[in-house]
């Protein structure tokens, strides 16, 4: 399951913003607007300056309204 592959990468490596971004969108399709929320925090957390990760929690935040 693709969580699972997740936590095994985030247990080697923790900071792994490809992984956080993925993850997010990942929990975002299944439905999981929480666990996408989170992973998204934890991505601009780790990156406060990409884009990417801005924009991902700016949506996620937005469609949770």
């Not at 997010?24 to 929480?34: I, K, N, P, Q, V």
Request: charged share 30%.
């Amino acid at each position: 399951d693709a969580e699972e592959f997740f936590q095994r990468v985030f247990g080697l490596s923790p900071d792994n913003l490809e992984a956080r971004l993925d993850l997010s969108a990942a929990l975002d399709g299944t439905g999981d607007a929480s666990g996408a929320l989170a992973q998204a925090r934890e991505a601009l957390r780790l990156a406060p300056n990409d884009p990417r990760a801005q924009s991902l929690l700016r949506n996620l935040a937005e469609a949770a309204r």
